[in-house]
């Protein structure tokens, strides 16, 4: 029996997840889930923003759904003890190492992207990006004092295996789209990045069938606003896929449609929507919980290897979506906006039995 381990997490988190995990069991009824505890919510009960059951019982499952952590009821508390620091250590003690993040503009919604209709039209570009690597994770990093003068650092370490593993997920994903992987780096600065760049470079024969282009990362934070359709599959270390698919998000219009896989070897996989814990709307019943639904679509395509279950919960985002039904952060002009719980009815209306 396949099980899944949902952490329904802070803010919006559980309200999006509970529309999620009732498509899930409409596509996918022989999936059994579980739920734990993570970031903020867990802090709360544990004290931690990882508790070790809830880790045992994620490599256990293997396949994690995730809604939102984090809030600014426990900004004050030490780096450490963050709520983000949950799901940070999740994917690092599940080797979830790439991280896809997706980046289509739906026709429905092209009028919702702050760019004009000619920049995002053809827009269907998918972020890569390495996640347990680089300067988020890099030793030292920390605080001290030099000669009276206080100071914070930070250090940026990529090997070469990580680099190999990363480049090979962008390369086999570009494979299955249109053949194209742009490598985000700064090696005219960075010597990280110009190790970064060699590797990838070596790589990149194992796919004869797959262009290799490079570019810097602050032309390319330019070029991606300008014409953001001549992207495929972008390759970035961590910090900067953190920034550039951010960027990317915001170009389709709203985060609150966009889903996120974090995957590692075995078929190991944490999936959740890309937007935040909004607790500003919590519990209002106005958050989107599309990217959560689409991050079951990607967990039932990367984890369970289930294409035409996926393709079906994607079938009924889009016609949900083309028949005219928004949510708040969706809606313009004097378009009428629907709730989180029926918004949820509507995708499961249009999957219709199971």
């Keep these: 029996m396949t099980r899944v381990l949902v952490l329904p997490g802070d803010g919006i988190g559980p309200e999006v997840i509970r529309e999620a995990v009732e498509v899930l069991a409409r596509v996918a009824p022989d999936v059994e889930t579980e739920t734990g505890l993570i970031g903020g919510a867990a802090l709360d009960e544990t004290d931690v923003p990882l508790p070790p059951d809830t880790l045992e019982r994620a490599h256990a499952c293997?396949?994690?759904?995730?809604?939102?952590?984090?809030?600014?009821?426990?900004?004050?508390?030490?780096?450490?003890?963050?709520?983000?620091?949950?799901?940070?250590?999740?994917?690092?003690?599940?080797?979830?190492?790439?991280?896809?993040?997706?980046?289509?503009?739906?026709?429905?919604?092209?009028?919702?992207?702050?760019?004009?209709?000619?920049?995002?039209?053809?827009v269907d570009l998918i972020v890569v990006r390495e996640l347990t690597g680089g300067?988020?994770?890099?030793?030292?990093?920390?605080?001290?004092?030099?000669?009276?003068?206080?100071?914070?650092?930070?250090?940026?370490?990529?090997?070469?295996?990580?680099?190999?593993?990363?480049?090979?997920v962008a390369f086999e994903t570009a494979g299955r789209r249109r053949k194209?992987?742009?490598?985000?780096?700064?090696?005219?600065?960075?010597?990280?990045?110009?190790?970064?760049n060699e590797i990838v470079e070596d790589v990149a024969p194992e796919f004869p069938d797959v262009t290799l282009e490079h570019q810097l990362v602050d032309s390319m934070a330019m070029v991606l606003?300008?014409?953001?359709?001549?992207?495929?599959?972008?390759?970035?270390?961590?910090?900067?896929?953190?920034?550039?698919?951010?960027?990317?998000?915001?170009?389709?219009?709203?985060?609150?449609?966009?889903?996120?896989?974090?995957?590692?070897?075995?078929?190991?996989?944490l999936f959740e929507p890309v937007h935040g814990s909004a607790p500003d709307i919590a519990g209002r019943d106005a958050a989107n919980p599309l990217a959560t639904i689409l991050s079951v679509a990607m967990l039932l395509e990367h984890a369970l290897e289930?294409?035409?279950?996926?393709a079906r919960v994607r079938a009924a985002v889009d016609a949900v979506l083309a028949d005219g039904w928004r949510t708040a952060d969706l809606a313009r002009g004097d378009e009428k906006p629907i709730g989180t719980r029926e918004m949820g009815e509507r995708v499961r209306a249009a999957l219709g039995g199971s």
């Design 225 to 269: 606003l300008r014409d953001a359709a001549s992207f495929d599959t972008v390759l970035c270390p961590n910090l900067f896929g953190d920034i550039i698919s951010d960027e990317a998000a915001m170009i389709t219009g709203s985060l609150g449609m966009l889903p996120s896989a974090s995957v590692g070897d075995g078929g190991r996989g």
């Design 306 to 310: 289930r294409p035409d279950a996926a």
């Design 180 to 196: 194209k992987v742009t490598n985000v780096h700064k090696a005219n600065v960075l010597d990280v990045s110009a190790f970064w």
């Design 62 to 122: 293997g396949v994690v759904l995730l809604g939102a952590v984090g809030g600014p009821r426990w900004d004050g508390l030490e780096q450490d003890r963050k709520p983000e620091r949950g799901l940070l250590g999740l994917r690092k003690e599940l080797e979830l190492y790439a991280n896809l993040r997706p980046a289509p503009v739906i026709p429905a919604l092209a009028d919702a992207s702050p760019l004009r209709p000619e920049c995002v039209e053809g």
């Design 135 to 168: 300067i988020y994770y890099g030793e030292p990093r920390g605080r001290d004092e030099v000669g009276g003068v206080r100071r914070a650092f930070n250090t940026m370490v990529y090997t070469e295996p990580e680099v190999r593993r990363i480049a090979r």
